[in-house]
């Protein structure tokens, strides 16, 4: 169970997010409205097409590193609201920066969040991923959060994923929690720590920023 032994061993580094263990890619992309795609259907979905680009590419890696890691990309980008996250994860910090600072941040927060992550899940074998408690949703509904478990033999490894619906109507991905381990408080926490470090300076936390949980 070597997903399981980089989730534990690791302290869950990712991508998340995500973020993020799942992604979001063409079995959304192929509905004929993507809209009407529940937060459920949504992430059934994107754990498919997960897997898919796993498969695909564990048998080249690492010579293909980049390839996978610029479909991982890809795929995130349809999923998780980077742009909200980011922010968040700057914090008080967020109004201070320049409108370039911000979506220089968001870059490479997402860059580090996808390599981290996607190292991670390359390694993946047969755990079985599980959709919990699933509820029925309202029609004014705007936040919820989706449970999955990681499950191999005896272990079982929760994740949750907070989404919140966007002023388009879609689902996106605004938060993780893996194993208890809430990735947008931890990196809210690494910025935070980063910026006092460097007395406010926002560029030098951006320089030395690494999208992975300490």
Request: aromatic share 8%.
């Amino acid at each position: 169970m070597e997903l399981a032994k980089t989730l534990r061993h690791q302290s869950l580094r990712y991508c998340a997010a995500v973020l993020l263990s799942l992604l979001f890619s063409s079995g959304i992309a192929s509905a004929d409205d993507p809209l009407a795609v529940d937060p459920y259907q949504k992430v059934e979905y994107i754990t498919a097409d997960l897997l898919k680009i796993i498969s695909s590419h564990q048998p080249g890696y690492p010579d293909n590193q980049q390839a996978y890691f610029n479909a991982l990309s890809t795929l995130l980008g349809s999923a998780v609201d980077f742009k909200f996250i980011a922010r968040s994860v700057m914090g008080s910090h967020s109004r201070a920066a320049t409108p370039e600072q911000r979506v220089l941040f968001m870059e490479k927060f997402r860059r580090g969040l996808v390599e981290t992550y996607g190292r991670g899940l390359i390694n993946y074998g047969n755990e079985q991923i599980v959709l919990v408690g699933r509820q029925p949703l309202t029609a004014d509904q705007k936040r919820l959060t989706v449970k999955q478990e990681i499950r191999s033999g005896d272990d079982v490894f929760p994740l949750q994923y907070s989404m919140a619906r966007k002023k388009t109507g879609e689902w996106m991905i605004i938060n993780v929690t893996i194993n208890g381990i809430n990735l947008g408080k931890t990196f809210r926490s690494q910025f935070a720590q980063s910026a006092q470090r460097a007395a406010g300076d926002i560029d030098a936390v951006i320089d030395g920023w690494s999208s992975q949980a300490n």
